[in-house]
């Protein structure tokens, strides 16, 4: 069954109609409803298309949080052969909310790493609906450290509301994880892509997305806070928001614009949740592009040119 979101109750009644008659053709005559059928899901298929076409950023924001939109695994298992998860920090514990290890990429070994929120209850509770502790941070400096070891390329894949907020994650360090995850990530001198997949939280987001190319799913949200801390903060009032994600500008066509991310990946109509396969598609052709552009550079070259596009954000041109 397609879960639907609140703005898209009108998509939701025209669908609901088409399947309805699909049944009735099914049972009968499907000659004597065939054009209006037609017609139908021909008006359906425009409703969502242009209800897609001029999302604002608190509706962006529902998309990117979609309860069946692909996760981590999905995208690992639709182009990443005999992918290879390795587990622990080896200093405290493992994080199943964040996953990584290696496999083959298009014909090339690479690295793996990001958060997974799971896909039903069970799933999100083991993977802690994709927010990390110190040892997930830990972990993923871990893999990093071993594919500049070993000269592989990094894919990070991010989707987390940002790093876990409890007195646990504080009492072993969140911080200071975060802070040397995303130096780890700034000095390896191997070829990073970082795509945003759903939600880009934070210091959560920027450990394993501080990449020499940053990605971004169309309907995906990259911000400093969730829109909910945002407006507690400026407000204290957590119901504003919508009027939070609307001023901070968060989505993928505000953050190319300023040079923040490098670029878009185009979503099919509808969202990744309505297509997840065309989604991983339109994924991993932009990482193998992405990473194209890498391959002839040093070591040095790549830490230069990383260090330089995150300095260079924020600066008049």
């Known amino acids: 069954m397609r879960s639907y979101l609140d703005f898209e109750k009108p998509v939701a009644e025209l669908e609901a109609k088409v399947i309805e008659l699909r049944q009735v ?12 059928l037609a017609k139908l899901e021909a008006k359906a298929e425009k409703a969502l298309a242009d209800l897609y076409a001029s999302l604002t950023p608190w509706q962006k924001t529902q998309v990117a949080r979609h309860p069946q939109r692909p996760h981590f695994l999905d995208y690992v298992k639709s182009f990443v052969a005999d992918f290879t998860p390795l587990s622990g920090d080896r200093q405290f514990g493992e ?38 502790r110190p040892e997930g941070y ?11 070891r070993f000269n592989l390329p990094v894919i ?5 509301p940002g790093a876990f907020p409890g007195v646990d994650a504080e009492e072993r360090g969140q911080a200071e994880a975060i802070a040397r995850a995303t130096d780890a990530s700034l000095t390896l001198g191997v070829p ?33 806070a969730s829109p909910e801390a945002s407006a507690s903060i400026l407000w204290r009032d957590s119901a504003r928001a919508e009027d939070a994600a609307t001023n901070m500008k968060i989505t993928a066509q505000d953050l190319l614009k300023f040079g923040i991310i490098d670029r878009i990946i185009v979503e099919p109509v509808g969202g990744a949740h309505r297509d997840p396969d065309a989604a991983a598609a339109a994924t991993g052709e932009a990482i193998a592009e992405a990473l194209k552009e890498f391959e002839h550079m040093s070591p040095d070259e790549l830490r230069t040119a990383r260090t330089e596009k995150f300095l260079n954000i924020g600066r008049k041109p």
Do not use: P
Not at 210 to 218: D, F, G, R, T
């Open 192 to 224: 990073t892509v970082a795509v945003i997949l759903g939600e880009g939280g934070s210091g959560g987001a920027i450990a394993i997305a501080s990449s020499n190319a940053v990605l971004m799913l169309e309907h995906a949200i990259y911000t400093v």
């Open 156 to 160: 990070s894949l991010v989707d987390t």
């Open 25 to 36: 053709a099914a049972q009968g005559d499907a000659v004597a409803i065939g054009d209006e």
């Open 138 to 148: 830990r972990k993923a400096v871990r893999l990093m450290q071993l594919a500049d």
């Open 95 to 132: 994080d199943s909310a964040v996953v990584g290890g290696f496999g083959w990429f298009r014909g090339r070994a690479v690295c793996v790493i990001g958060q997974e929120k799971g896909s039903d209850t069970a799933a999100r509770i083991r993977h802690n609906f994709g927010m990390a």
